[in-house]
């Protein structure tokens, strides 16, 4: 999966690794569209239907963290349901370049 994400106010992408890439690919593919955790678990992972881990929180966490404050405002927490990549927050950035990878 190849991300066109862009990072506006970073001198420098973040090095990100390729799950974080294809993470951020996917809720940027969908943006304003709640993803449940077992859909990203599917798709970004190819985990089988039914399975349960916090895989997908501790990456969106990492995520974040690498992305900055700007950026990680995007990723919206939906509780008990998924992520959403929000492009209606005032200020924000709504495309992320290529990250470098890990």
Request: charged content about 15%; aromatic content about 6%; hydrophobic content about 40%.
């Amino acid at each position: 999966m190849s991300a066109a994400v862009a990072f506006p106010f970073a001198a420098r992408p973040p090095r990100l690794t390729k799950k974080e890439t294809a993470l951020l690919a996917a809720l940027q593919g969908s943006p304003n569209q709640c993803l449940s955790r077992t859909h990203l678990l599917r798709t970004v992972w190819g985990y089988q239907e039914g399975a349960r881990s916090r895989t997908v929180d501790v990456h969106v966490q990492r995520l974040r963290r690498k992305i900055g404050p700007a950026l990680s405002a995007q990723i919206m927490t939906v509780f008990r349901a998924g992520y959403v990549w929000s492009t209606s927050i005032h200020g924000a950035p709504t495309a992320v370049p290529s990250p470098e990878l890990a």
